[in-house]
């Protein structure tokens, strides 16, 4: 009777299983059919015409066929490399499942986090899986790879585009074939899916119909309260930004005050995250007087707003007041990405005028040279800037999150793809980091500005140029800038690759110290000493050739930042008694300042 009892309720627990199961996935049908009519009832009615082919795509793949075409023997040859590779995998997955020992075909890159999970390398049908679109996500790249007479730039797109196909294609997306997620699936009856499709939902709310993909909890930051907290206070504000000056925290501070010009496609408090990561802080800690400029968040009232406004309204004005409250004839300046790109530029202008304020200039991550800007030049050709400047046209500016999701795909398998799994197919809620709070919070680009940008800098490559470009009836020489200069570039930066930013070495005459830091475009400058990560290298040889100087480099373990200390040391001057902010310009408000909260 009680084995008996145990079999009925093993399977009343197995029908209960079965009910839950078929609940959850009768609701995954429901919410699917919900995402897609409000999709529908948000679009209908919205003017939808505009270029059939926005990335001009067709063009670039047309010449692809073309030159395949020309030599179909390399094809046969690739194809035949292909079935043996796949000859290769079988034979080792029969061995394994035999009970076998057997070396693997194909294995990620170090790095890839999408088959972390053991099942794809210890369940043979899982690692069979992984493999096959390893292998052959490895032959479609080396394909495009081997096709001669493509023009650079389409060969570039090509190459960007297959590789974003490749990657969307990967097993780890997919429901049935990701095992962590299928794990999940099995162990929830189906939960995970329709908390996904919530999370789905809500997304596409907060983008007013647009998949606007959660990268963490943004309820769990506010901007003066966790980020954003070093203390200070607004001590000058425009209609193109407010000028921060921060408390001091030692007795005495460098006479010369620090200048930082961040840049004005995110926002500034990437520098001042959190007390441990806050290179503002450090900076302070130093013994400057730090000054910040914040951008405000461009609208369609600020459409004509040009690249020449943020130089003469924005850092000029800039020095203009912060000399006047530090009562003081020399600034230090540094410049963060677009807003290094600007201080070389006003340096140049400056120049011309007589006008020494600048002491020495700090670049991060900053090209001048875009002849080769890496794959943002993708988003870059005529046609796609026609089309951006047409969208542009209709509001004044452009969207803060267009300009994000391009900068997101070039690290797509990061910043998109581990989000829909986590978010979507496993069901959880992102976790709370305050970079990718940072990362989403976008701003406006006015129209002008960024067709100048685009056209001028990233296309034609003007500024680089003598005279190429002109700012307030000055033609911009690069090579005039005679201030000592310290560059910081980052070793795996897909923004500014650091052979492109290493050009500017050769262009200035001031004394320059290059610095290759370890990482990216943020974790590559926002790496303080505490965390001892990463690396740096330093050379003072500035060879032409980038990879020669990196050859001849000096390897350092931890952070950059003390390296520049001790650079910025010797320019920061005779020390004076601290500066409380706006002694001379008075308070508006405090830190973080207003336009910092402006949300696109």
Not at 162 to 171: E, F, G, I, R
Not at 331 to 347: R, S
Not at 432 to 455: G, I, Q
Request: hydrophobic share 40%; aromatic share 10%; with cysteine.
């Amino acid at each position: 009777m009680a084995e008996q009892g145990a079999d009925r309720g093993g399977h009343a627990g197995t029908r209960d299983d079965a009910d839950a199961f078929a609940r959850n996935m009768r609701e995954v049908a429901e919410r699917s059919q919900q995402i897609m009519r409000e999709f529908l009832s948000r679009h209908e009615g919205l003017d939808t015409a505009g270029p059939t082919d926005p990335l001009n795509l067709t063009t670039a793949f047309t010449h692809l066929t073309e030159r395949m075409m020309e030599n179909p023997a390399k094809l046969v040859e690739a194809q035949a490399a292909l079935w043996q590779d796949y000859l290769t995998l079988w034979q080792s997955t029969a061995t394994r499942m035999a009970g076998g020992d057997a070396k693997p075909v194909a294995t990620p890159d170090v790095g890839d986090k999408r088959f972390k999970d053991k099942d794809w390398s210890e369940n043979q049908l899982f690692d069979f899986i992984k493999q096959s679109y390893l292998l052959t996500a490895r032959w479609m790249m080396s394909i495009i790879h081997k096709v001669d007479g493509l023009d650079p730039d389409e060969a570039r797109k090509i190459d960007f585009y297959t590789k974003q196909y490749v990657d969307a294609m990967s097993p780890s997306n997919f429901v049935t074939t990701n095992p962590e997620v299928l794990r999940a699936t099995i162990e929830s009856k189906g939960e995970n899916l329709v908390r996904g499709l919530n999370n789905m939902i809500r997304d596409m709310e907060k983008g007013g119909g647009e998949l606007r993909i959660s990268m963490t909890d943004e309820t769990a930051f506010e901007l003066g309260r966790n980020v954003a907290t070093t203390p200070g206070k607004v001590v000058f504000q425009n209609g193109l930004m407010q000028i921060l000056q921060y408390t001091p925290t030692t007795e005495t501070v460098h006479k010369r005050p620090l200048l930082i010009v961040p840049p004005w496609i995110n926002k500034f408090y990437i520098l001042d995250l959190q007390p441990k990561n806050s290179f503002i802080r450090f900076a302070v800690a130093q013994g400057h007087t730090v000054f910040v400029v914040s951008w405000t968040n461009p609208d369609e009232e600020m459409a004509k707003k040009t690249f020449e406004d943020y130089m003469t309204e924005g850092l000029i004005t800039a020095l203009d007041k912060v000399t006047e409250e530090a009562g003081v004839d020399e600034v230090n300046v540094i410049g963060y990405c677009i807003g290094g790109t600007l201080l070389a530029t006003t340096l140049s202008y400056l120049k011309a005028q007589g006008d020494k304020r600048v002491k020495s200039a700090t670049f991060f991550t900053t090209l001048t040279d875009f002849r080769d800007a890496g794959d943002i030049k993708v988003f870059v050709d005529d046609a796609q800037i026609g089309n951006i400047e047409k969208m542009m046209s209709k509001k004044g500016y452009l969207e803060g999150r267009k300009m994000a999701t391009a900068f997101n795909m070039l690290r797509s398998n990061d910043l998109i793809w581990s989000f829909v799994v986590n978010n979507y197919l496993l069901g959880k809620d992102p976790f709370p980091f305050d970079l990718l709070y940072w990362n989403s919070d976008a701003t406006r680009l006015p129209a002008a500005m960024h067709s100048f940008y685009l056209r001028h800098m990233y296309r034609e490559n003007k500024l680089v140029e003598p005279g190429g470009i002109t700012m307030g009836g000055v033609p911009i020489d690069l090579r005039q800038i005679d201030q000592p200069v310290y560059i910081l570039s980052a070793q795996q930066d897909h923004i500014a690759p650091w052979k492109s930013t290493y050009r500017a070495t050769q262009l200035y005459r001031g004394n320059t110290r290059f610095v290759l830091g370890a990482s990216g475009h943020i974790a590559g400058v926002i790496n303080p000493p505490e965390s001892g990560k990463y690396n740096y290298w330093t050379n003072k040889d500035l060879p032409e050739d980038p990879e020669a100087w990196l050859a001849g480099a000096e390897k350092h373990p931890g952070s950059w930042w003390v390296d520049w200390a001790k650079w910025i040391k010797r320019l920061g001057g005779a020390q004076v008694p601290a500066r409380e902010p706006g002694t001379v310009l008075g308070v508006i408000e405090d830190a973080p300042g207003s336009y910092v909260k402006m949300r696109d």
